[in-house]
Nanobody, 119 residues
């Protein structure tokens, strides 16, 4: 079974930066889109951003635009989330996910990595 593994989370002060990485573990399969989601305590999981390999299109939720960037390697199904100018409200568990087609759901997930931004 294909799994994703995130790394790079940690504790950072307001205004700091972190870079999250996501790579497959075990068997791999082609992906259409790889995305990042996050879930803060007591809140629902929310979409953060994603990259679609075939078009190289990238989109983000409004709250992180201008601060977060996504890059990756489609051949390796590896994706990175560069987070700059972090705010306390960015504190959450960040999850990497993948889907195999434009109308598919995100069906492959990582275990999550904690990001904590102190004020």
């Amino acid at each position: 079974q294909v799994q994703l593994v995130e790394s790079g989370g940690g504790l950072v002060q307001t205004g700091g930066s972190l870079r999250l990485s996501c790579a497959p573990s075990g068997r791999t399969r082609s992906t259409y889109t790889m995305g990042w989601f996050r879930q803060a305590p007591g809140k629902e999981r929310e979409f953060v951003g994603a990259i679609t390999w075939s078009t190289n299109s990238i989109n983000f939720v409004d709250s992180v635009k201008g601060r977060f960037t996504i890059s990756g390697d489609s051949a390796k199904n590896t994706v990175y989330l560069q987070m700059n100018s972090l705010k306390p409200e960015d504190t959450a568990v960040y999850y990497c996910a993948a889907r195999s087609g434009p109308y598919s759901v995100y069906d492959t997930w990582g275990q999550g990595t904690q990001v904590t931004v102190s004020s």
